[in-house]
């Protein structure tokens, strides 16, 4: 898929330097093919995937001096997003983000005024990262392309090993020390002077007037507008789990195109658990005679260096994940040979109240919702902290990044004054959800299946859909006693009942004994490597627990693997960027 490249600098002196930099930026690129540039004294932009002509750079010279954009992403109703953007600018400048509806990331480079601008969706889907310099701004679609740049430091200090083990990271910040991010809904400015930030869309709160029917009504409405506008003139393909939220999302489609979608279902084979989710799955396609392909993964594949080390080079920071990140990866690939653009469920549990609490539940939050969870489980700084040294921990404040992201993110949830009590936890449940979890929910498939060639949307997780759910009553989003019950209410005509009373399960993994017995190996050959980097973090004599007693591994379920999956995520991350830590 596409990915954005640059640098740009108001002293000079790229088009000797410039091109170089950006081709090793580019080809260090999980996101895209074989990069396109345009170059000047003061600017190197850079676009990488296919087709060519849809990403840039592409250059106008209407008023005399070059304006340049590239993107990455798609806009809605555009078939050419380079161009849609292109015109838009020179028409309002940086103003005409919020007229493009869509899932992008652009640079801009103004050869009217010697600026850069950058900007971001509303939500954040689409990645976009820079580096600022004193003359100038390096920025690309990825973490791991920013530190291929010869003029950026690759440092860890103690708020990004915090981000990295915590996977929680403060709006606009990155993980690498001096590395940023185009916030979501923002665009930047960058001169001679400094930068200029515009944020264009955040979340709103006001009160809600309509009856519990007429909001089912509304959400459909809105739904029925997303969907349309995300599939645009693309054959309709859906990724079917056999959860509610990919199955609702397989009627939307087949009533909005009038026939049924390609669905693509993932499973197992050789000795690997059976996927739970997969009888619902077929169900769905009967119900709706969907033209259909299970996807088989071999246990054995998720085991191989190569597939390791590119799906979390895909993912583009370390997770506690493992297979979770591995699986998808896989599967996208595979569907991504059959189709360029598929739709995904994810994004529903955001604001359909499919995370929160319950009506009724009257609480006060102390931590964001999902580390409270992982606290109740015996991890106290969520999953994956197991193997890490505790004096180190404590050296670089994790717990207080925590308890000061929370502090930080609480302070920003707009609300309604004189609010229920149950609707005003509501509120920061799903602001929380919004702007902090959808990192290791939509953002994360989208970056794993941008790797393996497919375009994912998420007609779940569009501004106008999040607008109207974030204002309605928390407690209609469980009225009959379950979650995500306007979903289901929605829902009832477009899939199986069975569908709608089954109960939630997680993303499937793999228990396959080869797997476990490669992470165990793996454990082992770090621990025997003096060289590893992520030594002087591990508790050692804890870590060779888990090579000795391999069921360890099993601990809660899969809560053991994650120790294990951060520790050698951790450490193959800081050896591909070659990063130094600064703790």
């Known amino acids: 898929m596409s990915a954005v490249f640059g640098w740009w600098t108001h002293r000079g002196g790229l088009d000797r330097t410039g091109p170089a930099a950006v081709a090793a930026m580019a080809e260090s690129s999980r996101r895209g093919g074989p990069h396109r540039s345009w170059t000047s004294e003061h600017a190197v932009l850079a676009a990488g995937g296919e087709p060519a ?71 954040g889907i689409k990645p976009l990262s820079f580096v600022r310099h004193d003359d100038g701004v390096v920025f690309a679609s990825e973490a791991g392309a920013l530190a291929a740049h010869p003029g950026v430091p690759v440092e860890l200090d103690g708020a990004g090993l915090s981000a990295l ?92 195109v009038g026939r049924p979608p390609r669905t693509f279902t993932v499973s197992f084979g050789g000795t690997a658990s059976a996927v739970p989710d997969l009888p619902y799955a077929e169900e769905v396609v009967r119900f709706w005679r969907c033209d259909h392909e ?25 997770t506690p994940f493992g297979d979770k990140n591995i699986t998808p990866y896989l599967f996208s690939g595979h569907v991504g040979r059959r189709t360029p653009i598929a739709l995904s469920g994810e994004g529903a549990d955001a604001m359909f109240g ?42 670089i404040g994790i717990a207080a990044y925590v308890d000061n992201l929370f502090a930080e993110a609480l302070e920003e949830v707009p609300q309604v004054p004189g609010e229920d009590p149950v609707d005003r936890l509501g ?36 501004h106008r859909l999040f607008t109207l759910l974030y204002n309605v009553p928390a407690r209609w989003k469980s ?24 109960r939630k399960v997680p993303y499937p993994i793999t228990y396959d004994r080869g797997y476990k017995q490669a992470l165990v190996e793996r454990l082992r050959m770090l621990l025997d490597d003096p060289s590893a980097p992520v030594r002087t973090l591990l508790d050692r004599e804890q870590a060779q627990r888990y090579v000795t007693t391999p069921r ?32």
């Open 354 to 395: 499919g995370l929160g609490p319950g009506a009724g539940e009257k609480q006060v939050l102390t931590t964001f919702p999902w580390i409270a969870r992982a606290r109740a489980m015996g991890m106290p700084h969520g999953l994956g902290t197991g193997l890490l040294q505790a004096e180190v921990l404590h050296d």
């Open 165 to 256: 083990l915590t996977q929680l990271r403060r709006p606009g910040h990155g993980t690498l020390r001096g590395m940023r991010e185009v916030p979501p809904g923002t665009t930047v400015r960058f001169s001679a002077a400094g930068e200029r930030r515009r944020r264009y869309w955040s979340l709103e709160a006001f009160a809600h007037t309509e009856s519990r029917e007429e909001t089912i009504g509304r959400v459909r409405k809105v739904l029925d507008e997303v969907v349309h506008d995300d599939l645009g003139d693309a054959d309709p393909a859906v990724l079917l789990s056999g959860g509610l939220d990919s199955s609702v999302l397989t009627g939307l489609v087949a009533e909005a």
């Open 294 to 318: 299970r996807v088989t993964i071999e246990p054995d594949l998720l085991s191989q260096p190569g597939t390791l080390t590119d799906s979390l080079l895909a993912k583009d920071w370390p």
């Open 53 to 123: 002509q849809e990403n840039g750079p592409l250059e106008s010279r209407a008023t005399g001096n070059p304006v340049v954009a590239v993107v990455d992403g798609y806009i809605h109703g555009s078939r050419n997003p380079a161009r849609t953007l292109l015109d838009g600018y020179l028409a309002e400048n940086e103003a005409a983000a919020e007229r493009w509806e869509g899932a992008f990331a652009f640079a801009v480079w103004d050869g009217r005024t010697g600026e850069l601008v950058l900007g971001r969706d509303r939500l």
């Open 552 to 583: 360890l591994l099993d601990r809660g379920g899969w809560l053991g693997r994650a120790d294990v999956e951060m520790v050698l995520q951790l450490d193959a991350w800081l050896r591909h960027l070659r990063v130094r830590l600064a703790l």
């Open 427 to 462: 509120r920061q449940t799903d602001y929380l959800t919004a702007t902090r979890l959808l990192e290791q929910t939509v953002l994360h498939s989208e970056r794993m299946s941008a790797a393996a060639g497919l375009q994912l949307r998420f007609p779940f997780a569009d």
């Open 479 to 502: 009225f009959d006693g379950r979650e995500k019950s306007l979903l289901r209410a929605l829902g009832a005509p477009l899939v199986p009942p069975s569908v709608l009373s089954r």
